[in-house]
C-alpha cells in the first residue's frame, strides 16, 4: 500500500489546484464516511462504494471556510469542495488512473 499512498500523494500534489495546500499523508477512509452526494446536471451522483477503504484526506482552503476532499483508490482519482460537515459538495476533479507498482 505504500508505493500506492506515494503515487497519489504525487498526483493530487501535481494537479496544481489553487488554495490547496501541499497533501503530505492519506488515510484510509470508508467508503460510507466520504461518499458524497453530488448534484450533476443528469442528477444527483455518489462515486465511491460503500463498503470498500480509499486513501484519502481532508485539506483547508486557503483564505475560505470550505475544504478540499481528496479520495483515491487504484484507477480513480477524486477533488471535491464542501463546506461545514459536507455540505453543499462540488466536484472538482474526476479522472481515471491506473497504478502500477514500479
Not at 462515486?47 to 486513501?55: A, H, I, M, Q, V
Request: aromatic content about 12%; proline content about 5%; charged content about 25%.
Amino acid at each position: 500500500m505504500s508505493g500506492l499512498k506515494a503515487e497519489l500523494i504525487a498526483q493530487f500534489n501535481a494537479l496544481d489546484i489553487p488554495g490547496m495546500g501541499e497533501v503530505k499523508e492519506l488515510y484510509p477512509l470508508e467508503g460510507a464516511f466520504i461518499n458524497l452526494e453530488y448534484r450533476l446536471p443528469g442528477g444527483p451522483a455518489k462515486f465511491w462504494d460503500d463498503r470498500k477503504t480509499y486513501l484519502g484526506a481532508q485539506l483547508e482552503r486557503e483564505g475560505s471556510c470550505r475544504c478540499y476532499g481528496l479520495a483515491a483508490d487504484e484507477t480513480h482519482l477524486l477533488v471535491c469542495e464542501y463546506g461545514e460537515g459536507g455540505s453543499d459538495p462540488e466536484v472538482l476533479l474526476y479522472k481515471r488512473w491506473n497504478f502500477s507498482e514500479k
